[in-house]
């Protein structure tokens, strides 16, 4: 599975942006799909991911400012971000796991996140 991730760039901390993560490949056995991020000097997070059943999880730091979904038909994965802060800047990767043969987690290459203040 290859992975392709877009839709960063700058904006005012307020702003919204919304990212893109699309998937190529052997898609067929993609179950969860989510964003991690990573901000210099700190660990990678985790930002958010959904299920193959559509169910969603929220790191507390972006709950009701983040709003993450896919389109199977489409093999793509949006983050759409609202109300951004400073503290959102990151590199943002997109990921995927798939189940055929075994879990296995494909990443993205990543794309970057900067919020002004």
């Known amino acids: 599975v290859h992975l392709k991730a877009f839709g960063g760039g700058l904006v005012q901390a307020g702003g919204s942006l919304r990212l893109s993560c699309a998937a190529s490949g052997n898609t067929f056995s993609i179950n969860n799909m989510g964003w991690y991020r990573q901000a210099p000097g700190k660990e990678r997070e985790l930002v958010a991911f959904?299920?193959?059943?559509?169910?969603?999880n929220y790191a507390g730091s972006v709950k009701g400012r983040f709003a993450i979904s896919r389109d199977n038909a489409k093999n793509t994965m949006y983050l759409q971000m609202v109300s951004l802060k400073p503290e959102d800047t990151a590199v943002y990767y997109c990921?995927?796991?798939?189940?055929?043969?075994?879990?296995?987690?494909?990443w993205g290459q990543g794309t970057q996140v900067t919020v002004s203040s």
């Open positions: 959904i299920t193959s059943g559509g169910s969603t």
């Open positions: 990921y995927v796991l798939t189940v055929a043969g075994g879990v296995r987690q494909y």
